[in-house]
């Protein structure tokens, strides 16, 4: 008896089988593996942006350097050095004459100094020259307690002719008190006064208490 096979599977399976197969080997040629970049974290753990870097920041221009002098606000006050030094020589005469330091005075002055005043008593100009005469002149002013109160002044940008403007407030003496000055103290001064210095520039060379000769009520009371 002749042995038979194993048995054939009918045609139907074996068609199914095929279609699958085929339809499998297609869609490998169809969908083929894609690599997929993953990007590295950042360093500071941050999720990655989606936008692009930003370009770089220009550099801002340097600023530019002021060369000339601000504006000065009100209330503040610009001296060279030359004009600090005459105002505070200025200060130093007052300050020593209001105190009746009479050598004091005396060694600010230069060797030929000048001294312009008022003589009260008489409404006459006093002028004197050298230093012995305006000496004397200052042991009678310091014997009737002759004091003034002033401000200073340096007008001049050029500094040309040395000059202190001294701005005369009030001025005190027995001799005014007596010719019935209230208080013995005069307020009124028709000119601004001066302080001239002598070309060292560390003495005076004149000292001026009137400005306009021959104006009327300027040695008044």
Partial sequence: ??????????????????VALVAFLASLQLSPTREVVVPAPSPSGAAPSASPPAAPATPAPPVALVTAAPPLP???YHLTQAEAN??????RFYAAYDAGQRA?????LSAE???????YATHAEVSLAGRSAIERYLRARFAEHDRWSVEFYQEN???SLALVVVL???????????????????RSFPEDFYLALDPDGVHLDAIVWYTMSGSGGLCNP
């Fill in 104 to 108: 004091t005075v005396m060694a600010l």
């Fill in 86 to 91: 005459e105002i505070a020589l200025a200060a």
């Fill in 1 to 18: 008896m002749g042995g038979r096979g194993l048995p054939l599977l009918p045609r139907t399976v074996v068609a199914a089988a095929v």
């Fill in 113 to 119: 100094p000048h001294l312009s005043d008022c003589d």
């Fill in 168 to 186: 005369p407030l009030e001025r005190s003496n027995d001799t005014l008190r007596r010719l019935g000055a209230p208080g013995g103290v005069k």
């Fill in 74 to 76: 009100l209330g503040v």
């Fill in 157 to 159: 940008p050029a500094n």
